[in-house]
């Protein structure tokens, strides 16, 4: 939710943490602050609003010193206040902080430290868990060559919940300490420098070498050294992973937001997805890090389909296209609801957790409580190296490229393509036939260039969002595979542009939300199976009879009646399995639309976070 960046080496720190600040604050962007150290002093600044204002209003000269800690939030506990941004600063004015996380146990804490005369200036968690260290600081050794790393460490003891933390002090001005539960931390390797962070992003532009922290792991960057150990003090051995990200990638070029680049990107990822993943006979897919073999993946009687949000959106779609193509019933939870439903399952029950960021908490929950129950457990997921990725039995990586607008665009339509392979490659090992497993493979090659027509269709659905840039309900309306994918339209649409906005089954119109229907509330139907055209025509005379204005998505081949629908969108014919990725594209560009001509913060909404590593 929120992000972090750490800096010891031979630069000045306050530029880097900065910069990394920058790339990080799609993760949270209700304040920023930066704290270096430097001659035993500790220099500080906070900011109420964006990292930009927060650079604007600091001198980086007058923040000289190799060594800090920065931090951008999503408030949790506490108000979006100045004295609640981080970095946090121990009363004594010797240790500052910056935390990812919710502590829970926060208020007994406080007032354990309250009794020993700690004050306190904002209504944060974190800074209680600051003053923590600082207490345990006080009684250590004062010869101790230890002391701040042990502080650290006797703290974590007493603290329930989750962290992510850098944490530095004015006593060790050559010593930066992370600590990880529940929520990410990554140790980046540069040349005569160590980064902290809690994103590769915030640090690929020093360095692809990292080191991921597992839970109940803290770190110790001091004189050049990276000490890895676990809460117990076992001491570890650092493993280095390599990043293969393109710096370029996260970076907007010549589009005005990060959504509709990723929009616009959606072509390269659904061709990402397929790079060597079809059979050498062309009838099936096949994934390298799946880790069951075809022999166990015979054996499954039912799958499970898990995740949040968007990627919930994509467990339905998956749900249609697993049960359609390989006859394997499916189920699908919310990941939240999941984690405490205590839901009896078959034993031959397949868990695949799905998330674009590999860090979303109750994913990760529902993810670790299917491992806990012995099932055996696959991720598909966009972020090599996340916990999710690192914690499934095995998975399907989107390789996507980094998703940097909150809305979730290219992540999810490459997530539909990935369950349509899977679904194709399920199905061959069951019934489907050699000859449909070629016609299948030959549709899903197709879909990067239908991508590419239909994104081309920006221009009219910006004409069309001008008419609609003022409604304040509507309604989005599909049947089957099309149900999920009216949710996801209705959930970009109130996320970006802050228009109420619900998805229903078309046919369940009738059975209450019809209440809501007049002049005022557009009704966005997605028509696009021709083989239940017919029923999607009278669930839309229903809707033109109470005077709501039509918005239809069709087919080229299959337009509407004029005289039904005010507006018309007429997406490429293409197979039905690649229908939901096509179909979700005008859904995104009138969302886009809509919300930039109200004049809304497209990548960063209000209240919103990339990843959501809070319950
Ligand atoms: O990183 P994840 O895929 O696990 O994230 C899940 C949701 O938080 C995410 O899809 C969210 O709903 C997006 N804002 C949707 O655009």
Redesign the pocket.
């Known amino acids: 939710m929120c992000g972090i960046v750490g800096y010891i080496g031979k630069r000045e720190a306050s530029p880097i943490l900065l910069e990394g600040l920058k790339r990080l604050e799609y993760r949270g962007y209700d304040s920023a602050g930066v704290a270096v150290l430097a001659d035993g002093a500790l220099k500080l600044k906070k900011y109420k609003g964006r990292v930009t204002d927060l650079a604007r209003n600091l001198n980086t000269a007058s923040l000289s010193g190799s060594l800090g800690i920065s931090h951008t939030r999503w408030a949790t506990h506490g108000a979006v206040t100045e004295a609640n941004a981080h970095p946090h600063v121990s009363h004594d004015g010797k240790i500052s902080l910056v935390h990812n996380g919710v502590i829970e146990n926060y208020l007994a804490v406080k007032k354990f430290l309250e009794s020993t005369g700690v004050e306190f200036y904002s209504e944060t968690d974190s800074e209680v868990f600051c003053n923590l260290i600082a207490y345990h600081y006080k009684k250590e050794a004062e010869d101790s060559p230890t002391r701040f790393l042990d502080s650290v460490r006797r703290s974590l003891r007493h603290i329930d919940g989750t962290y992510g933390i850098a944490v530095i002090s004015t006593d060790c001005p050559d010593e930066l300490v992370g600590a990880r539960k529940g929520s990410p931390l990554i140790v980046g390797i540069g040349k005569d420098e160590y980064l902290l962070a809690s994103d590769v992003s915030a640090i690929i532009s020093r360095t692809s070498n990292v080191v991921y922290l597992n839970d109940g792991e803290i770190v110790s960057l001091k004189d050049g050294e990276l000490n890895l150990l676990t809460n117990d003090e076992e001491i570890l051995t650092p493993e280095i992973k390599q990043i293969d990200w393109d710096i370029a990638e996260s970076e907007l070029g010549d589009y005005e937001h990060f959504m509709l680049k990723e929009i616009f990107e959606q072509s390269g990822a659904l061709e990402n997805a397929m790079r060597g993943r079809f059979s050498d006979d062309k009838s099936s897919a096949k994934f390298g890090g799946l880790n069951v073999s075809a022999q166990e993946l015979r054996q499954i009687d039912r799958i499970l389909l898990c995740?949040?949000?968007?990627?919930w959106h994509a467990c339905l779609v998956g749900e249609y296209l697993i049960e359609r193509y390989a006859r394997i019933p499916v189920e699908v939870e919310y990941a939240s609801e999941f984690r405490y439903r205590n839901a009896p399952l078959d034993k031959n029950t397949l868990v695949i957790v799905?998330?674009?960021?590999?860090?979303?908490i109750d994913?990760l929950a529902a993810l670790r409580e299917s491992k806990r129950k012995g099932y055996k457990t696959l991720a598909i997921n966009n972020s090599v190296g996340s916990t999710i990725a690192r914690e499934s039995d095995g998975g399907i990586y989107q390789h996507a490229g980094p998703e940097i607008g909150?809305?979730?665009t290219k992540?999810f339509t490459s997530q539909l393509h990935i369950l349509s392979m899977l679904a194709l490659y399920l199905g061959r090992l069951r019934d489907m036939s050699f000859q449909e497993g070629r016609e299948y493979v030959e549709a899903l090659k197709k879909a990067p260039a239908l991508v590419t027509e239909t994104v081309k269709l920006s221009g009219k659905i910006l004409e069309i969002s001008k008419k609609y840039k003022d409604m304040e309900d509507c309604l989005f309306l599909g049947r089957q595979d099309m149900f999920p994918i009216a949710l996801e339209g209705a959930?970009?649409l109130k996320?970006i542009s802050y228009i109420h906005a619900e998805g229903y089954p078309a046919a369940e119109m009738k059975h209450g939300p019809i209440a809501l229907i007049n002049e005022k509330c557009p009704v966005i139907v997605i028509a696009a199976q021709p083989d239940i055209h017919a029923k999607l025509l009278s669930n839309i005379q229903e809707v033109k009879a109470r005077g709501a204005p039509v918005i239809a998505v069709t087919n080229e081949s299959n337009p509407l009646p004029e005289n039904l629908v005010d507006d018309q969108i007429l997406i490429p014919d293409c197979h039905r399995a690649l229908l939901p990725v096509i179909a979700s594209i005008p859904m995104q560009l009138l969302s886009y639309h809509i919300a930039n001509l109200r004049g809304c913060d497209v990548d960063k909404p209000r209240n919103?976070a990339?990843?959501?590593t809070v319950e």
């Open positions: 995740a949040c949000g968007t990627a799905i998330s674009q960021s590999g860090e979303t994913t909150v809305a979730s992540a959930l970009k996320e919103l990339k990843s959501v």
